[in-house]
DNA sequence: TTGGACGAG
DNA sequence: ATTTCTCGTCCAA
C-alpha cells in the first residue's frame, strides 16, 4: 500500500498512510436491550421488573438487566444462574418463532424510515439504517432562525408527517465530548449539522419503538456501519451515542480506546493472528487462552513498528483466508469501512434448522429417523412462512378458498438442499479441534414445493427418509455408532418467483406510497425479478402451476421477449423453473385442470410421460420434473 | 456447484 | 452442565 516517508529526528521511518474516511452517508445502528428476555416480558408483563433468565438447553442464552444485577450472565449454566439468583424466573428460548415474529415486524418500522428502504438486520436484535437522503432533505429545510423549533419531516409528500424538536442540541450522547459553548461553531458545519440530526431521528425512532412496540433499545450514529455500531455500544442500555467524525484524530482516538477483539469484522481467528505476531509470540502449539484478543488495543497495533496493510496481509495470509483482508483490516483500525447498508429484502438467503444432543449423542438409526424427521418438519414449516405468501388475487374467483387454509404460493424457493452434522470430540484428542464439522447436499426435491392437497408431515417424511437419509448415508458409511453432536439441516440457494397478477399501479405517486415502503408489499419488491406474466395462457390455472422465470447466463433476469431477440433462441429453452406442478396427481385432482385442456389446446402439448396437458413453453420444465423427482 | 472456514448475534 | 441456533460471506476445488 501507499507509505509516505517521515523523518523524525534524523531517523527515517517508513510509516503507512492513514486511509481516507468517507462521510457521505448517515448511518444508524439499533440495537434492542435484551432483546429474548423483553420478547418474553412483553408476552408476559407480569414477568416485568423481575429477574429472568432465557433457557436454551443447559444454559442461559440471555437474562434481563434485573438479573444482570445479581451477576446472572449471557452463556451462564442454569444452576450456576440459580445460585447467585434464587428469584431468577427461567423461560425457555429454543423455540425462535417468537423472537423472530417480533424482530421482523421491529425491523419493517424502521425500514419504512429509510427512503432508500437500506434496512439490514444483523441477528435479530440488531439493525442498520441508511438514513443520508432522509437526513440530507432535512438538513436543507432546517430554518436558521428558529433551531429550537425545528420539525424533521419523515416524508417528501406528507409535510404533517413528522416531530418537532431542538435542532440546538443533540439528542442523547456525544463521543467526543464537546464544549456546550462551541456546539454554535460546529453548527456551521454541514457534517456536524446531518449527524445532530440523525440524533434526532434515532431518539424518535427509539421512543417509538418504545411506546408503540414496548422494546427499550440502545442506538449508534455515525457515518458508517461500524462507527455506528461501536457508537451504539458506549452507552447502553437504553440510550444513545454519536460519535463526531468531525476530524480524523477524534475517530481515531475513538478506535485506538478499543481492544482488538471488539471491532465488528475482526474474530477470534483475526484477533489470535494478529495479536501472536504483535505480542512477539511464537506459534506455540498450546498457548491459546479463553479470552483472545483482548490482550492488545488497536492503538498498540496500529503503532507495531512498520504496521501496514501488507503486513496485516502477510500476517493474516494462510490457505483459504480472504484475500485483501490486511487492508480490510487496516481499514477498521482507522475506523474505515465502506460496506453498505444492504438493500432489505423478505426473502432470506437460507432457512436452517439444527439441534444439538451433547448430553446423549445419537447413536442408532431410530435415533436419527426420529430427529431428521423433527428438524424436517421445522424446515418445511419454516419454509412455508418465510417463502410463501396467501395467494389471494384481487381478480380471480372469490369463491376460491372454501376451507379455513388460505392458498399460499411460493415467492422464492430453494435450489438446494444441505445436511451438517458434527462428531462429537473424542474423550482425549489432542487437537479436538473441527473436522468433525462435515456436510452434504443436493438439489432440493421438486415434492417439497408441492403446496396441494400436502401436509407438513407428509412432506417432512419423504424429506427425511428419501434426501436427507441418503445425504447422511454419503456423510457416515456406519450403519450406527456415530456419536453425533449436531444436525443441521438447511435449504439455500434461492429463487425468486415470478408474479402472476396485478402488475398495475405503476407510476401514481400518491403520498401513501411514501412513508411506506412499510406497505410495499412483497410483490412490488419482486416485480424487478418479474419477467413472464402467464396469464394470459393460463387464465384459469391457479397462477403458481404456470409461473416460470427466465434467467440469462449472467443471473440478469429479462423480458422473454427480449431473451429472444438477443440470443436468438426459442422461448422454451430459457424457461429455467416450473415449480408446483411436479405432481401429476395433484394437477389432475385440480378441476380447474379441465379448463386449461379446453381452452388452450392450441398452445398445448400432451405430455408422453404422464399424458397431461402442458403449455408449449413449459414441456422442457415439466419433462424435467420427471427425472428429478424419481 | 460443493464443502468448508469464519464472523455476526 | 461450555457449545444455542442461526444467518451471511467468501474461498478453493
Known amino acids: 500500500m501507499k507509505t509516505s516517508a517521515l523523518t523524525s529526528g534524523g531517523a527515517k521511518t517508513i510509516v503507512a498512510r492513514a486511509p481516507k474516511r468517507n462521510d457521505d452517508r448517515v448511518i444508524l445502528h439499533f440495537d434492542y436491550d435484551c432483546f429474548y428476555a423483553s420478547v418474553l416480558e412483553n408476552a408476559n408483563p407480569g414477568l416485568k421488573g423481575q429477574p429472568l433468565g432465557v433457557k436454551q438447553k443447559s444454559i442461559l442464552a440471555t437474562c434481563n438487566y434485573a438479573a444482570r444485577a445479581h451477576g446472572v450472565k449471557k452463556l451462564m449454566p442454569i444452576a450456576e444462574a440459580h445460585k447467585i439468583c434464587p428469584g431468577l424466573v427461567v423461560l425457555s428460548g429454543e423455540d425462535l418463532t417468537p423472537f423472530r415474529d417480533a424482530s421482523k415486524r421491529l425491523w419493517s418500522f424502521l425500514r419504512s424510515h429509510s427512503w432508500s428502504d437500506r434496512a439490514e438486520r444483523l441477528g435479530l436484535d440488531e439493525v442498520f439504517l441508511d438514513v443520508t437522503d432522509v437526513i440530507a432533505y432535512n438538513q436543507e429545510l432546517l430554518n436558521r432562525n428558529a433551531l429550537q423549533d425545528s420539525f ?8 404533517e408527517k413528522g416531530f418537532s424538536f431542538d435542532a440546538t442540541q443533540f439528542f442523547g450522547c456525544i463521543q467526543p465530548s464537546v464544549d456546550p459553548k462551541d456546539l454554535t461553531l460546529l453548527l456551521d458545519n454541514p457534517l456536524c449539522v446531518r449527524l445532530l440530526l440523525a440524533s434526532h431521528l434515532a431518539g424518535y425512532l427509539r421512543l417509538k419503538l418504545e411506546e408503540d412496540f414496548g422494546y427499550t433499545s440502545s442506538g449508534g450514529i455515525s457515518t458508517n456501519k461500524t462507527l455506528a455500531k461501536l457508537a451504539g455500544s458506549v452507552n447502553k442500555p437504553q440510550n444513545q451515542t454519536t460519535l463526531l467524525t468531525l476530524r480524523d484524530d477524534y475517530v481515531q482516538d475513538f478506535m485506538d480506546g478499543h481492544k482488538l477483539r471488539q471491532i465488528p469484522g475482526i474474530g477470534s481467528r ?23 484478543g483482548t490482550k492488545v488495543t488497536v492503538r498498540e497495533v496500529r503503532q507495531y513498528p512498520s504496521m501496514s496493510p501488507d503486513l496485516l496481509e502477510r500476517i493474516l495470509d494462510r490457505p483459504g483466508s480472504e484475500r485483501g483482508s490486511g487492508e480490510k483490516v487496516w481499514n477498521f ?16 438467503t437460507q432457512i436452517s434448522i439444527e439441534d444439538t444432543y451433547m448430553a446423549r449423542p445419537l447413536n442408532t438409526p431410530n435415533e436419527l429417523m426420529r430427529e431428521l424427521r423433527a428438524i424436517a418438519t421445522s424446515l418445511v414449516r419454516r419454509m412455508r412462512v418465510d417463502l410463501a405468501v396467501a395467494d389471494d388475487p384481487d381478480h380471480s374467483s372469490p369463491a376460491s378458498q372454501q376451507d379455513g387454509q388460505p392458498q399460499l404460493r411460493w415467492i422464492a424457493y430453494p435450489r438446494t438442499l444441505r445436511l451438517s452434522t458434527f462428531i462429537r470430540p473424542k474423550p482425549n484428542s489432542t487437537i479436538p479441534e473441527n473436522l468433525g464439522r462435515r456436510s ?22 419423504r424429506l427425511a427418509s428419501e434426501a436427507l437419509l441418503p445425504l447422511f448415508r454419503r456423510l457416515h458409511s456406519e450403519r450406527q455408532g456415530w456419536n453425533l453432536a449436531l444436525i443441521n439441516v438447511c435449504v439455500a440457494n434461492m429463487v425468486m418467483v415470478a408474479r ?68 436468438g433462441v426459442e422461448a422454451v429453452e430459457v424457461v429455467e423453473e416450473l415449480i408446483e406442478t411436479s405432481d401429476p396427481v395433484a394437477i389432475s ?5 379441465d379448463a ?12 408422453h410421460l404422464c399424458g397431461h396437458i402442458i403449455p408449449i413453453f413449459a414441456i422442457l420444465a415439466h419433462e424435467r420434473f420427471h427425472s428429478v423427482d424419481d
Open 589 to 593: 385432482l385440480d378441476s380447474d385442470a
Open 440 to 461: 452434504r447436499s443436493q438439489p432440493l426435491p421438486s415434492f417439497v414445493l408441492n403446496l396441494k392437497d400436502t401436509s407438513i408431515e407428509a412432506v417432512a417424511e
Open 596 to 607: 386449461w385442456e379446453e381452452e388452450d389446446e392450441d398452445e398445448s402439448q400432451r405430455c
Open 333 to 348: 483500525l482507522h475506523g474505515v469501512d465502506a460496506s453498505e447498508v444492504k438493500e432489505a429484502s423478505d426473502v432470506p
Open 152 to 159: 424533521f419531516q419523515l416524508s417528501r409528500h406528507d409535510p
Open 270 to 292: 483475526i484477533a489470535q493472528l494478529i495479536e501472536d505476531h504483535v505480542l512477539s509470540i511464537s506459534t506455540t502449539p498450546d498457548s491459546r487462552d479463553l479470552e483472545i
Open 500 to 567: 402472476s397478477s396485478e402488475t398495475g399501479n405503476g407510476g401514481g405517486a400518491g403520498g401513501a406510497r411514501d412513508i411506506g415502503r412499510m406497505f410495499r408489499t412483497q410483490e412490488d419488491k419482486l416485480r424487478e425479478w418479474t419477467v413472464y406474466d402467464p396469464t394470459p395462457i393460463a387464465p384459469v390455472l391457479d397462477s403458481t402451476s404456470s409461473s416460470a422465470c427466465v434467467t440469462d447466463t449472467n443471473d440478469d433476469v429479462m423480458d422473454i421477449e427480449e431473451v429472444n431477440k438477443e440470443k
